[in-house]
């Protein structure tokens, strides 16, 4: 069989709070509510498939970018992290816009359920859309996978939060009522938001353009407040359809 004629099927598919990419954070220790579960598919939904996964406290998700259009990729990329104006080759970055639609991404492993014919691998903060197909999983090793000397090019470091968030009276009472159900939901709403999730062209500007982001099952609708650019405030907590 030749490389070209490869054919890869999921063995599993994620779930997560955020319903489309714009509200997905950039990488999945950025905001700690954003939790998932992959759930495995048949065949692969055997508890002796992951027997012993549950020894370590980390995994790699290897994973398919499919809310990118096929054949979208290009030589040359602009990193948000450089302001949106710098090009580095796209083998250099992690953009979604890949000549294959697949990526990397760590999360941490909180516990496995094994029931009624499911297998589900409960997480923690995860950088993914709801829905996204899982092609392999991989015990992440300490002390083969971590460097902590590594160079990190324009990543070197934790982006920091480039946005307040305010809530208005009637968002905040929303957001409130919710956390019964989602807990820390308006902390979720502010680490997602404080990341500034707009294009970097954006960013550092006036804008009276509306947002909104899907969270679960709602829409969370902000803008950036007139008096001050680094300040973004939300409207309204509305059922997303």
Not at 59 to 87: C, E, M, S, Y
Not at 125 to 135: C, Q, R
Request: aromatic share 10%; glycine share 6%.
């Amino acid at each position: 069989m030749s490389d070209s004629s490869l054919q890869l099927q999921p063995v599993a598919i994620i779930r997560t709070p955020y319903k489309e990419k714009f509200s997905v954070p950039r990488q999945p220790d950025l905001v700690q509510d954003g939790v998932g579960i992959v759930e495995l598919l048949p065949p692969y939904n055997q508890a002796q498939a992951v027997r012993g996964l549950e020894q370590f406290s980390h995994i790699w998700l290897i994973f398919r970018f499919d809310k990118i259009p096929a054949g979208k990729w290009q030589p040359t990329v602009r990193p948000p992290r450089l302001g949106g104006n710098q090009h580095i080759g796209v083998f250099a970055s992690r953009s979604t816009h890949r000549p294959n639609p697949l990526g990397l991404s760590k999360a941490e492993l909180r516990r496995i359920e094994c029931r009624n014919g499911r297998v589900l691998l409960h997480l923690g903060a995860v950088d993914l859309v709801d829905g996204t197909p899982i092609f392999d999983i991989k015990p992440y090793i300490a002390y083969a996978d971590s460097e902590p000397a590594a160079k990190c090019g324009f990543a070197q470091s934790k982006p920091q939060a480039l946005l307040q968030v305010e809530f208005t009276a009637q968002a905040l009472d929303r957001a409130q009522k919710l956390e019964k159900k989602y807990p820390h939901f308006i902390r979720f709403i502010r680490q997602i938001i404080q990341q500034d999730p707009r294009p970097a062209y954006l960013q550092g500007k006036p804008s009276e353009r509306m947002h909104g982001i899907a969270l679960y099952e709602f829409n969370i609708r902000w803008r950036i407040k007139k008096s001050a650019v680094n300040i973004a405030e939300v409207l309204a907590v509305e059922p997303w359809v």
